[in-house]
């Protein structure tokens, strides 16, 4: 049995456990969404009052638990607002709120489910325009994605430090080259980096690979099979490259590209790219830690041939961990009210 984690015990925190009927349908048992939602000061005194809802998705590991963090973010000054940290957490590591064989339907139950809860328990103004996304890391990508998938749900969405957002940079791999590339080693048969400091690796992909696997379920790159790949004949997400040579099975590559959001940007683009205009923001660094610049740099001139207005940036000298200063932070909380304020929800009653 595992015990209720303590209440988050902050006079503004609400935390929320709310059994979703589509992943319980799904996985046959019992399933529940969780959330903490972070009122602003007054909330509780200024009862006619509507506010614009920022909904926040941690990186691996993170979850609802860490709703205080973002107390300083709700409390800046400015457009008071409502934030929803959510949790991307399952037993496979991070689901990433997008529908997947192995995960379920994590996407449609956050949108149909826990976001008309939210709707309907505080005062939030239920519309696009005061309905934002955020996100750093796995909650990045988690972030991007749904602004993609669900592009009239959200009104806008700030992501950082995204997980790869093109495959044909998958970490400095292309997932779709002919003759298939190699996680372990690259052309010239060097040991492929996963992570690095300042400019020297750190963290080689056949160690890490590795100790995924001792770990099972629940470490980083199987987390990613089970959002990307179906399922294989044992039950289990298909293995996206062969454990002991490092070669990518091209079979298991083909398959992850609905989740390419490249390709997902450039095949929808004729019908959803009028309602992702001022949209899309991505920020990255240029020394990302794990190598993530690289997909973000390749998504950046894809947007731009499909004519879309979105942000995209790579700030010079940054990292994976140094990137969310509180100045950037202050900074994104400022462009999503200004959106807000240029949308019809904040001229309603």
Known sequence: TVEEPAPLDHPRIREIKLRSELLSKFHGRDVYERAAVVLPEGYDTETDRHYPVVYAIPGFSGSERDARRYLPFVDAGGEPLILVALSGQC??????????????????????????????EFRTFAETGARFVMGHSSGG????????????????????????????????????????????????????????????????????????????????????????????????????????TGTIDPVTAEAWKPYDIRLKLEREWPENGPELQGKLNIITGELDTFYLQGAVEKLKPALAQLGSDAVVEIIPQKDHSNLLTQGMLLRIRGEMMERFRASEAASAP
């Open 91 to 120: 037993q496979w590591g991070h689901h990433v709120y997008a529908d997947s064989a192995t995960n379920g339907p994590r996407g449609q139950a956050l949108v149909a489910e826990l976001i008309p809860h939210i709707d309907h």
């Open 141 to 244: 990508w988690s972030s991007l994605w749904l602004q993609v998938e669900y592009p009239d749900t959200f009104g806008g969405v700030w992501s950082t430090s995204p997980d790869p957002v093109d495959f044909r940079d998958y970490q400095q791999i292309d997932l779709y080259a002919r003759p298939p590339q190699n996680m372990y080693v690259d052309s010239k048969r060097q040991r492929r980096p996963i992570a690095r400091r300042g400019e020297t690796p750190i963290v080689w992909y056949d160690d890490f690979s590795r100790m995924d696997d001792v770990i099972g379920r629940g470490g980083q790159l199987r987390s990613f099979e089970a959002v990307f790949s179906p399922l294989d004949e044992q039950g289990l997400p298909r293995k996206l490259w062969n454990r002991q």
